[in-house]
């Protein structure tokens, strides 16, 4: 994934899961369940786009060259730039998520309950990444193709990411039976979690601890440990 050039909707929770900001994005099939959109979809979905614009405005300024440059000296010896780059800007990469976030939970039902636990959510999981034993600060530089092979075989379990507008921010037809609920997003990123796990032990066990890390961290996070007891 292009940090400084490209950002689509799957690339901003790419920053944000299990480090997939190392690799490149891959297009995913997506079943929308029996999601039916609402009455005001259309709106919605402009309004989502143009907070997306807005956080790519955000974002593309941490990540300048200036900026690259700057992680460079303070950690030159590392051997995984975008890695420390991401933990070194994880205060102004929440902070970019949360602009404009606050507005939006008014735009809709859904966004009212899914875009605070969102925010919970990103945080949780970036924090759990730049924990000083996390998978980010882990990663060495060498087990990129490890990632990127495991990525592509487990992509199908966050297939959501690239239709955050209906899984966050606008209403379905019938809310009582939208499928996409806080519990359906922690089940399907436990389950990306757990195949990323498979994958990696056989492909670059090294990183074990710190994805175990990193799982126990997102398990027993106050967004979804209620939905994680028993997944």
Same mark, same amino acid.
């Given at each position: 994934?292009?940090?400084?050039?490209?950002?689509?909707?799957?690339?901003?929770?790419?920053?944000l899961?299990?480090?997939?900001?190392?690799?490149?994005?891959?297009?995913?099939? =997506?079943?929308?369940?029996?999601?039916?959109p609402?009455?005001?979809?259309?709106?919605?979905?402009?309004?989502?786009?143009?907070?997306?614009?807005?956080?790519?405005?955000?974002?593309?300024?941490?990540?300048?060259?200036?900026?690259?440059?700057?992680?460079?000296?303070?950690?030159?010896?590392?051997?995984?730039?975008?890695?420390?780059?991401?933990c070194?800007?994880?205060?102004?990469?929440?902070?970019?998520v949360?602009?404009?976030?606050?507005?939006?939970?008014?735009?809709?039902?859904?966004?009212r309950?899914?875009?605070?636990?969102?925010?919970?959510?990103?945080?949780?999981?970036l924090?759990?990444?730049?924990?000083?034993?996390?998978?980010?600060r882990?990663?060495?530089g060498?087990?990129?193709?490890? =990632?990127?092979?495991?990525?592509?075989?487990?992509?199908?379990?966050?297939? =959501?990411?690239?239709?955050?507008?209906?899984?966050?921010?606008?209403?379905?037809?019938?809310?009582?039976?939208?499928?996409?609920?806080?519990?359906?997003?922690?089940?399907?990123l436990?389950?990306?979690?757990?195949?990323m796990?498979?994958?990696i032990?056989?492909?670059?066990?090294?990183?074990?601890?710190?994805h175990?890390?990193?799982?126990?961290?997102?398990?027993n996070?106050d967004?979804c440990?209620?939905?994680?007891?028993?997944?």
């Amino acid at each position: 994934m292009k940090l400084l050039n490209t950002f689509s909707t799957s690339s901003i929770m790419s920053v944000l899961i299990m480090g997939i900001c190392l690799i490149a994005t891959f297009a995913a099939a =997506f079943s929308p369940l029996n999601y039916e959109p609402g009455e005001h979809y259309e709106e919605c979905q402009n309004n989502f786009l143009n907070w997306t614009i807005e956080f790519a405005k955000c974002h593309e300024q941490m990540f300048t060259e200036e900026a690259l440059n700057e992680t460079i000296r303070l950690h030159s010896g590392t051997k995984c730039l975008r890695c420390i780059h991401i933990c070194r800007m994880q205060t102004d990469i929440l902070r970019c998520v949360n602009e404009g976030s606050k507005n939006f939970t008014e735009v809709s039902n859904k966004a009212r309950t899914m875009v605070p636990f969102l925010l919970k959510l990103s945080e949780d999981i970036l924090t759990g990444m730049c924990d000083e034993n996390g998978i980010l600060r882990a990663n060495n530089g060498d087990d990129k193709q490890c =990632f990127r092979n495991s990525w592509s075989e487990c992509e199908d379990h966050i297939d =959501f990411v690239d239709h955050l507008d209906m899984v966050f921010f606008c209403d379905s037809a019938n809310e009582e039976k939208d499928p996409f609920t806080k519990q359906y997003v922690c089940l399907r990123l436990w389950d990306f979690h757990e195949c990323m796990q498979r994958k990696i032990k056989n492909c670059y066990p090294e990183l074990m601890s710190a994805h175990e890390l990193l799982g126990n961290k997102f398990r027993n996070s106050d967004s979804c440990i209620k939905y994680l007891e028993n997944p």
